[in-house]
T-cell receptor, first 116, second 114 residues
Framework: AQKVTQAQTEISVVEKEDVTLDCVYE???????LFWYKQPPSGELVFLIR??????QNEISGRYSWNFQKSTSSFNFTITASQVVDSAVYFC?????????????FGSGTQLTVLP | DSGVTQTPKHLITATGQRVTLRCSPR?????VYWYQQSLDQGLQFLIQ???????AKGNILERFSAQQFPDLHSELNLSSLELGDSALYFC?????????????FGPGTRLTVL
């Protein structure tokens, strides 16, 4: 069965520090999709990135970068030079192309607090 | 602003009652998804509709039902409400029906059952 594990429940850093949020997933499907969403204190969920299982190229978008490693079933998210506005809950999610979990399965989330 | 709208923003009701949550997807999106977020269960997928038809079902209780109308807006009906139904209910939409589509979430409806 599909599963997403975000072992870090809460992380606290000081502004300008780099921080990495871990995500480990389980799936039996060979084709699947990984996502990261951000939930700021206002409550809405904001889409950050989607990754296909057949594309292991890492991606960078401004201060955000993602490291996808199929060998360790991980899809980690790094924020460089963190800012107070990065404070939010971050969710990793998985969907399968063929299996029963064609809908999003979310991890439990990591609460990131960036202190000034 | 994702372009997905949900009403109402907050809803307070009593056990045993029935409520209807409404969602309008982004312009051009044909899929609508419903999710429940609670402290003990986390974010859970409830149901997906694509162009008016049910596409996928998750952990949706029999007391809950949903539909998508010809204008593509969707409603989630919750009946015989229990204290444990108190949660944040999200609607999301995407262009297509496949699992690879990124979903755009609305602001949520916070339901409190007293």
């Amino acid at each position: 069965a599909q599963k997403v594990t975000q072992a870090q429940t809460e992380i606290s850093v000081v502004e300008k520090e780099d921080v990495t949020l871990d995500c480990v997933y389980e799936t039996r499907d060979t084709t699947y999709y990984l996502f990261w969403y951000k939930q700021p204190p206002s409550g809405e969920l904001v889409f950050l990135i989607r990754r296909n299982s057949f594309d292991e190229q890492n991606e960078i978008s401004g201060r955000y970068s993602w490291n996808f490693q199929k060998s360790t079933s991980s899809f980690n998210f790094t924020i460089t030079a963190s800012q107070v506005v990065d404070s939010a809950v971050y969710f990793c999610a998985l969907s399968e192309a063929q299996g029963s979990a064609r809908q999003l399965t979310f991890g439990s989330g990591t609460q990131l607090t960036v202190l000034p | 602003d994702s372009g997905v709208t949900q009403t109402p923003k907050h809803l307070i009701t009593a056990t045993g009652q029935r409520v209807t949550l409404r969602c309008s997807p982004r312009s051009g999106d044909l899929s609508v998804y419903w999710y429940q977020q609670s402290l003990d269960q986390g974010l859970q997928f409830l149901i997906q509709y694509y162009n008016g038809e049910e596409r996928a079902k998750g952990n949706i209780l029999e007391r809950f039902s949903a539909q998508q109308f010809p204008d593509l807006h969707s409603e989630l009906n919750l009946s015989s409400l229990e204290l444990g139904d108190s949660a944040l209910y999200f609607c999301a939409s995407s262009v297509g029906k496949g699992s690879y589509n990124e979903q755009f979430f609305g602001p949520g409806t916070r339901l409190t059952v007293l």
